[in-house]
């Protein structure tokens, strides 16, 4: 009789174990899912939140030697959005995303700035010049990529405003100047504007 309960307790007990460990597996995920969604956006990008705290962490990082900023703003997206409606138009954004992807150093960070169709991207340890460099190149990728919307081939630009970090900079000083320099690429659309001061 006391074999029989001793077998009965370790089944019990083999059986919980067992349902615990399943709930954690099934919860940690969903809570690593939740986490994602709290700093990242539905393209596949850090969001504009994440933004702020990355960059006063940067700014922070003593082994961090230079920061450059960019500022990017898909040119007319809004035409887009009204010919072709919002899903379609997403896709293109997507599609711009997945290029910036690829064409970004690993240690690049790639964000959602405040609006839909405008996107922020953080070089460390790079001169501005080389900055502006890699940002014309990314330009000209983008101006020369077949976008294809609803069976259509759509010829995408984009506008950058850069800036890069100086001694006791601030992230909102350093945002401020990129959008400045963002504002002025959009008068002219397709090009690059870089402000230092």
Do not use: C
């Amino acid at each position: 009789m006391r074999d029989i309960n001793w077998t009965i307790l370790l089944i019990i007990f083999i059986s919980i174990s067992f349902g615990f460990f399943m709930a954690y597996w099934r919860f940690k995920g969903r809570i690593a899912s939740l986490k994602s969604l709290a700093f990242s956006d539905d393209l596949g990008v850090f969001n504009h939140r994440e933004l702020k705290s990355k960059l006063k962490s940067l700014i922070k990082n003593p082994s961090v030697n230079s920061i450059v900023f960019v500022l990017i703003d898909v040119d007319r997206f809004k035409n887009y959005n009204d010919h072709y409606g919002y899903d379609s138009a997403d896709s293109l954004l997507q599609e711009f995303v997945n290029i910036t992807k690829s064409f970004i150093r690993k240690t690049d960070l790639f964000f959602r700035y405040k609006n839909g169709d405008e996107f922020a991207l953080i070089f460390t340890n790079i001169g501005v010049e080389e900055a502006k460099e890699l940002g014309n190149r990314l330009r000209r990728v983008v101006a020369y990529h077949p976008f294809e919307v609803d069976g259509q081939t759509i010829n995408l630009t984009i506008s950058m405003g850069i800036t890069s970090s100086h001694n006791n900079d601030s992230p909102d000083k350093i945002r401020k100047r990129a959008e400045e320099a963002l504002h002025q690429a959009k008068q002219s659309k397709n090009t690059v504007v870089l402000i230092e001061d």
